[in-house]
């Protein structure tokens, strides 16, 4: 275990709901907050990476940023995990979609998360180890989704360390191994859980659509956001 606080969490012990929302967005965490929870307060604010918890339908729910890329989704939900004795983290965040089946504003859920990263050389396995999600949480959100209605594809994600890449072949080279969008957290996410014991899960909207060039400007991606963002209230209760 980790001490408390840690160098990113100036929460105190118990300030954090056992799952834990984690946008990439510190904005979005504060929108999620204020607009969903009941009673929401500010339990760590480090870097500007705030974390809240209120309750969603009666139920004790964090919310708190990862920032961006599997560096920081590593820092933070590790010392939730290892730290805070958070159970659960979802990830609610945006990929670019690069299947033709795939559209603007789906949901994408992750039962795993392919990576170009070499996140997982830290363990020094002799192979490959492939990030996966928890299958409880990933068989609650299909069914949630599939109540609700929503659009939503399960299957593999890749967590690129890159945003802007010199390889202009890369997501064509991913899109033939059936990969349904590029976002840059999930693996991260997923190892870490792994390693400690704890459940992730990772679902995202389309946003963009790498084959098509189609994308959703700021006030679309707000708008689509709250289908993804109520399936993930749902499925922490």
Not at 60 to 85: N, Q
Request: proline share 4%; charged share 20%; aromatic share 8%.
């Amino acid at each position: 275990m980790l001490n408390v606080p840690t160098p990113h969490n100036g929460a105190k012990p118990g300030d954090f709901a056992k799952t834990v929302l984690m946008p990439g967005d510190p904005l979005r965490a504060r929108m999620i907050a204020e607009r969903f929870l009941d009673g929401a307060r500010l339990v760590n604010d480090v870097r500007g990476i705030g974390g809240f918890t209120g309750a969603w339908k009666g139920c004790p729910v964090s919310v708190m940023a990862s920032g961006m890329g599997m560096p920081s989704m590593g820092i933070y939900s590790y010392e939730l995990f290892e730290a805070y004795g958070v159970e659960n983290i979802i990830r609610i965040g945006s990929a670019g979609a690069i299947q033709e089946n795939v559209k603007i504003r789906d949901l994408l859920i992750g039962m795993g998360a392919c990576t170009n990263s070499n996140y997982a050389s830290q363990y020094h396995l002799p192979g490959t180890f492939a990030p996966l999600a928890d299958f409880g949480l990933l068989k609650r959100a299909a069914g949630l989704a599939e109540e609700k209605g929503y659009s939503f594809h399960v299957g593999n994600l890749l967590s690129s360390d890159t945003f802007y890449t010199d390889d202009e072949t890369a997501a064509a080279q991913w899109r033939k191994m059936g990969v349904l969008g590029i976002e840059m957290e999930a693996a991260a996410l997923y190892m870490n859980a792994a390693r400690c014991g704890k459940r992730a899960l990772a679902i995202c909207t389309v946003s963009d659509h790498i084959l098509t060039g189609e994308e959703l400007d700021a006030k679309a991606r707000q708008e689509s956001f709250l289908e993804m963002i109520e399936l993930a209230l749902d499925l922490a209760v």
